[in-house]
């Protein structure tokens, strides 16, 4: 009897096949791949859209992280659309193999099911749990993804060669080098393609509301109250070399005479029972002379104002794009001697008069520029906080003195060490751990702990900001 090897013997003939269909096989294989990254590369863009920062832009993919990404999405998009082409190419009995012969269904199978099958579940896990995620993990996305991603490309591409290599004898192996290195060529090719013009998007979006280089510090106030975050927020900026300019939220120039009605109009849209509470944001060049920043602060003042939050800079890769840091400060009344009157400017608080009535038993000159002067000695950024420390006192007061050269990253500089220290002093001398304290206070608010509040005023009142101000 006569053994039939048909199912197990059989091998391509690639003589045999048709060049016509050959043709379009590789036409219809690259067509989906090149709808397949399209798919990719637009899902990806519509994430980045969703995720916008806090001046609500678009985050700015590194182009490193973008090639990459687009390498990975080209590979998928090519293996997949080397699967759509083998199958076509095999979807019907040719004198290739006979309609009985098994392996032309396993080659269809295999084809289909790890392939698509495959990245419907991709789909659906990859893009709702990796990519989402990737707006929350910065450059360790692709770190943790990295090796996963390489895996999953070589599992489809060796899954697409699982049953072609059975049937193919005669020069397997260089057929297998030639498909692989063109391949990788169309591959890289292919990644070079931009679906969408995200350079001119982003363009758009930053031109709309640039970056504003804000001051660098080393202390931050903690953000317990972020509810009405973007408002409001005044900006200042540099509109020429040597011209400063003031904008709203929406980047709009204002001038200071038009901050009362800017804040009128936000009082509008809140709460009456907020107002109280609605501190100004400052967003402004740590470059800006500082002048510009007391013009603005005064305004406040006289409408009312009496505290504002200075936006530093955010170093933390995870968080830096949805807010900055900052720092709190309550507007000196000395601003109102420090900056003359203009013969149109409204009358002066008369809060200052009762200000300068107080007595204290010492004053301390500080002296900011680009170099730091205590009562008329040097003092190093370094050593700052210690020398705030020795003197902080609710008798002593510190006499800020500017120059026309002080800029606003100078104020800062001073600013914060004469803060840091008095966070340092309320830490060491607080009967309770003043960190869960403070937190525990802003977390139960309506609880009213008279053993903590009071314990926090005394804190306050034992170390206090006592500032004015004054211009050379």
Known sequence: MKVN??????????KAMSWKRIVLSIFLGLASAV??????????????MLFLDFEERPVVMPENERQLSNVFFATISMILGNSVSISYLFSRPQHVFPRRNNKRTRILNDQAFLGFNFIHWFAKVWFLF????????????????????????????????????????????????????????????????????????????????????????????????????????FKIDFISEDQVGYFNEYNDPIELYEVLSYIDDW?????????????????ANKNIPLKAI??????????????????????????????????????????????????SDPPRVFVWDSYKERVFSDTIRVHITNKILVNDSPVSLKNLVNKFEYFIS????????????TTYQDYINVLSAHKSAIRELKVSNSIYDYEAMILEIHRNRFSKDEKL???RSRLDAEFPLLITERFE
């Open 130 to 233: 990796a990519a989402f995620s990737s707006q929350f993990m910065g450059s360790k996305f692709i770190v943790n993804f990295l090796l996963p991603s390489i895996l999953l490309i070589l599992v489809l591409y060796f899954d697409a060669w699982k049953t072609l290599s059975l049937v193919i004898k005669k020069g397997r192996w260089k057929i297998i080098c030639i498909h692989f290195c063109t391949l990788l060529l169309l591959t890289l090719c292919l990644s070079q393609f931009d679906v969408i013009n995200y350079k001119s998007i982003d363009e758009m979006a930053y031109k709309a509301r640039p970056t504003i280089d804000v001051p660098t510090s080393n202390f931050e106030e903690e953000l317990h109250d972020i509810r009405y975050y973007n408002r409001p927020v």
């Open 267 to 283: 009082h509008d849209e809140i709460p009456l029972e907020l107002e109280r509470k609605s501190t100004p944001r400052l967003r």
């Open 394 to 405: 609710p008798s002593i007061t510190f006499e800020y003195v500017y120059t026309d050269d």
């Open 35 to 48: 709808l397949i990254y399209g798919f990719f590369y637009v899902l990806r863009e519509t994430d980045r």
């Open 294 to 343: 007391k013009a603005l602060e005064l305004q406040l003042f006289i409408l009312g104002k009496t505290r504002i939050i200075y936006e530093v800079e955010n170093n933390d890769e995870l968080t830096k794009r949805f807010y900055n840091n900052q720092i709190k400060y309550a507007i000196s009344p000395a601003l109102q001697e420090a900056i003359p009157r203009k013969p």
């Open 5 to 14: 090897h048909l199912f197990y013997d059989s091998e391509v003939n690639f």
């Open 453 to 455: 509040n009071a314990e």
